[in-house]
C-alpha cells in the first residue's frame, strides 16, 4: 500500500529487478560456501528500495530524473543533482529507519560502487560486496543482444573474480537456475 501511487507495470518491474538480485545475491553466496545465505537474498532484494521511495514520494523529480536519463545521462548523477543525493542513500537511511541488519543496509547503500573502492575500503561486508556483484549481474542483462550480454557477463566475472571466485561457464550455467527461480516467485507477485 505504501507504494499504491506508482505504475502497476512500474512496480512489477522494480519487484522482477530485485528479486533477480535477490536470487543472484543468494546464489553466489551459497557458491561461495556463505553461512546465512538468507542475509545475502534479502539485502539483494532491498537493495534498490529507494528507487520506489523517488518514484512514491517525489513523483516531479523522478519524472525529471527519467527526461535525463532517457536522454543519455547517468541515473545516479541526475538523482543527486535533482533531488540532492541518489536512491542508494534513501534505500540504505530507510533501511536504517526500519533497523534492519547493517548487510542489508551496507548493500543498499553501496550497490552502485565500483568494485575496486569496496575491496580497497575496510570493514565493507561480505553481503555488500556479493550484492554489489549481483547488481552488476543483472544490470549487464539489459538492453543488449545475446552477444553482448555474454560479453558483459563475462567481464563482470573478470572483474569481481577476487570476491566470488566462479568461471563464466558456472555463471552462466547459474544465470539459467537463477531466471527459472525468478519466473515462479513472480507468479506470486501477479496473483
Not at 16 to 25: D, I, L, T, V
Not at 136 to 148: E, H, Q, R, Y
Not at 166 to 177: L, N, S
Amino acid at each position: 500500500d505504501n507504494f499504491k501511487n506508482l505504475p502497476h507495470d512500474r512496480l512489477s518491474s522494480f519487484w522482477e529487478k530485485s528479486m533477480r538480485a535477490a536470487q543472484w545475491s543468494k546464489n553466489l553466496s551459497e557458491f561461495s560456501g556463505k553461512a546465512d545465505v538468507d542475509e545475502f537474498f534479502l539485502a539483494g532484494f532491498l537493495h534498490n528500495i529507494g528507487e520506489l521511495i523517488l518514484g512514491q514520494y517525489f513523483p516531479e523529480d523522478e519524472q525529471k530524473i527519467e527526461e535525463l536519463v532517457n536522454s543519455g545521462r547517468p541515473r545516479i548523477e541526475r538523482e543527486i543533482k535533482t533531488v540532492g543525493c541518489d536512491h542508494a542513500d534513501i534505500g540504505s537511511y530507510l533501511l536504517s529507519l526500519w533497523q534492519l541488519s547493517p548487510a542489508a543496509v551496507q548493500a543498499s547503500m553501496l550497490h552502485h560502487h565500483p568494485r575496486i573502492h569496496l575491496q580497497q575500503m575496510s570493514g565493507i561486508l561480505a553481503e555488500a560486496k556479493v550484492v554489489n556483484m549481483a547488481a552488476a549481474i543483472v544490470d549487464s542483462d539489459s538492453g543488449l543482444s545475446a552477444f553482448g550480454q555474454g560479453l558483459q557477463l563475462g567481464q563482470v566475472v573478470q572483474d569481481y573474480k577476487s570476491i566470488v571466485s566462479i568461471d563464466y561457464r558456472r555463471v552462466t550455467e547459474m544465470r539459467a537456475q537463477v531466471e527459472q527461480t525468478v519466473a515462479e516467485l513472480m507468479r506470486w507477485f501477479s496473483v
